[in-house]
């Protein structure tokens, strides 16, 4: 009968959220203010002859001032991209094309995207030199190894903000000071970091920064890209040639809708991140302690600090990861530590990077906390996990434990 139950419980809707590092919903009220934008106020804005085109440059204005005030610039220094992953293309390809009468040498870090990595690569088999930078057994880059990688013939410095597997976050701002100091251009993936912790391209010391709109609660297919306009002034070639949009950076018909949902996404990332990554961090905590208390063997990869509030990463001992994906696949969205690299069981180059043992890397499971997530579903998650784990585990009596002592 109603009213009976004497420990009323509030229920979770299933399946449960709980991927945000690949993607995140769109925010109702930035959805709300792209509408329009689709519709009545259609117009190019590029067009300048008539008030339709009007309309929409001054709605990209807007966005780009939002833009820019999140992340400490000036309004003239973003520029529209399709996402992240244009905007590490156009920064990195765009300098070493700018630079090349000044050198071939570039310095990354061994942890960062597929979309840094990948240019990097590309750029080897043209005849560049790439230093890729270790980073300890808690996933951090050592400023003092910045240095010590840099010659007279080093023109860029690639190192990601916070990171997407493990969401350990760089000391950028250490970075940034020495590139300065030794004039090399200093370039940041912030896709995972951008309205999620503060950061300021003047304080930070950074030349060029990627930022990505579906990772903050705005519409796929947007991005921007700061580009330093003074002190110093950072030259890039364009990828993309045409109309000359954007200041002959980003050629193409500007996506009036995404932009507008870029601007206002970052504005409310931003306005609501103290608060936000307090709630978050303390469900991380609590979903990592439920899981531990009830769990032997399990093991955190990359240092709890400095970390994004959202992320936590765990490896299970002698089980896959994939393995308790499948388990809990109806109820919860997560993903594992060999997720990135898609179809290949190949454990993620960043657990490597950190040194975790490709047993334990396997075994690996990455947590995405979100805006939508309640405490209820972090109590769910946490006896989804440990029972499936546990599961698991009986089947396979002689698993590998964890070592105690280390780090
Ligand atoms: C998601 C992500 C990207 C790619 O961003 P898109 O906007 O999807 O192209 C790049 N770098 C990092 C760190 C990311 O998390």
Same mark, same amino acid.
Request: hydrophobic share 40%.
């Given at each position: 009968?109603?009213?009976?139950?004497?420990?009323?419980?509030?229920?979770?809707?299933?399946?449960?959220?709980?991927?945000?590092?690949?993607?995140?919903?769109?925010?109702?009220?930035?959805?709300?203010?792209?509408?329009?934008?689709?519709?009545?106020?259609?117009?190019?804005?590029?067009?300048?002859?008539?008030?339709?085109?009007?309309?929409?440059?001054?709605?990209?204005? !807007?966005?780009?001032?939002?833009?820019?005030?999140?992340?400490?610039?000036?309004?003239?220094?973003?520029?529209?991209?399709?996402?992240?992953?244009?905007?590490?293309?156009?920064?990195?390809?765009?300098?070493?094309?700018?630079?090349?009468?000044?050198?071939?040498?570039?310095?990354?870090?061994?942890?960062?995207? /597929?979309?840094?990595? +990948?240019?990097?690569?590309?750029?080897?088999?043209?005849?560049?030199?790439?230093?890729?930078?270790? =980073?300890?057994?808690?996933?951090?880059?050592?400023?003092?190894?910045?240095?010590?990688?840099?010659?007279?013939?080093?023109?860029?410095?690639?190192?990601?903000?916070?990171?997407?597997?493990?969401?350990?976050?760089?000391?950028?701002?250490?970075?940034?000071?020495?590139?300065?100091?030794?004039?090399?251009?200093?370039?940041?993936?912030?896709?995972?970091?951008?309205?999620?912790?503060?950061?300021?391209?003047?304080?930070?010391?950074?030349?060029?920064?990627?930022?990505?709109?579906?990772?903050?609660?705005?519409?796929? &297919?947007?991005?921007?890209?700061?580009? /330093?306009? /003074?002190?110093?002034?950072?030259?890039?070639?364009?990828?993309?040639?045409?109309?000359?949009?954007?200041?002959?950076?980003?050629?193409?018909?500007?996506?009036?809708?995404?932009?507008?949902? *870029? &601007?206002?996404?970052?504005?409310?990332?931003?306005?609501?991140?103290?608060?936000?990554?307090?709630?978050?961090?303390?469900?991380?905590?609590?979903?990592?302690?439920?899981?531990?208390?009830?769990?032997?063997?399990?093991?955190?990869?990359?240092?709890?600090?400095?970390?994004?509030?959202?992320?936590?990463?765990?490896?299970?001992?002698?089980?896959?990861?994939?393995?308790?994906?499948?388990?809990?696949?109806?109820?919860?969205? *997560?993903?594992?530590?060999?997720?990135? !690299?898609?179809?290949?069981?190949?454990?993620?180059?960043?657990?490597?990077?950190?040194?975790?043992?490709?047993?334990?890397?396997?075994?690996?499971?990455?947590?995405? *906390?979100?805006?939508?997530?309640?405490?209820?579903?972090? +109590?769910?998650?946490?006896?989804?996990?440990?029972?499936? =784990?546990?599961?698991? /585990?009986? *089947?396979?009596?002689?698993?590998?434990?964890?070592?105690?002592? &280390?780090?």
């Amino acid at each position: 009968m109603e009213g009976r139950d004497q420990t009323p419980r509030r229920t979770v809707d299933l399946p449960i959220y709980m991927d945000h590092h690949a993607t995140t919903p769109v925010d109702p009220r930035v959805m709300a203010a792209m509408l329009p934008f689709f519709t009545e106020i259609f117009g190019n804005a590029a067009s300048v002859t008539h008030v339709f085109g009007w309309r929409a440059e001054a709605a990209v204005e !807007t966005a780009r001032r939002e833009v820019a005030t999140a992340i400490g610039a000036e309004p003239r220094e973003i520029v529209f991209t399709s996402g992240a992953t244009e905007s590490d293309n156009l920064a990195i390809k765009g300098v070493v094309a700018a630079c090349a009468d000044k050198g071939n040498h570039i310095v990354i870090s061994a942890i960062e995207h /597929r979309a840094v990595l +990948d240019c990097a690569r590309r750029l080897e088999r043209e005849g560049f030199r790439v230093t890729y930078l270790p =980073v300890d057994w808690g996933g951090l880059v050592d400023p003092v190894d910045v240095r010590r990688a840099i010659t007279d013939q080093t023109i860029l410095i690639s190192i990601m903000t916070a990171n997407n597997e493990i969401g350990t976050v760089q000391p950028i701002r250490a970075i940034g000071q020495i590139a300065r100091e030794q004039g090399v251009v200093f370039h940041t993936d912030a896709a995972q970091a951008h309205g999620r912790i503060p950061i300021n391209v003047e304080d930070d010391n950074v030349d060029l920064l990627s930022i990505s709109a579906h990772k903050i609660y705005g519409p796929k &297919g947007v991005g921007a890209l700061y580009v /330093r306009q /003074r002190r110093p002034r950072i030259r890039l070639v364009p990828l993309i040639d045409g109309g000359g949009h954007e200041r002959g950076l980003r050629s193409g018909t500007l996506p009036v809708p995404l932009i507008v949902g *870029l &601007g206002l996404a970052l504005e409310i990332a931003s306005s609501e991140m103290t608060a936000e990554s307090q709630r978050l961090a303390a469900l991380r905590d609590r979903l990592m302690h439920r899981i531990m208390e009830n769990l032997e063997d399990v093991k955190v990869n990359g240092a709890l600090s400095p970390r994004l509030p959202n992320n936590l990463n765990l490896s299970f001992a002698g089980i896959d990861g994939e393995a308790v994906l499948m388990g809990v696949k109806d109820d919860v969205a *997560l993903s594992s530590g060999s997720a990135c !690299t898609s179809a290949e069981v190949e454990p993620s180059h960043v657990l490597k990077a950190i040194g975790v043992p490709d047993g334990l890397a396997r075994g690996s499971i990455r947590f995405g *906390l979100g805006r939508s997530n309640t405490i209820e579903e972090i +109590d769910y998650v946490a006896e989804r996990i440990v029972a499936t =784990v546990t599961n698991l /585990r009986r *089947l396979t009596p002689h698993r590998p434990r964890i070592a105690t002592a &280390g780090p």
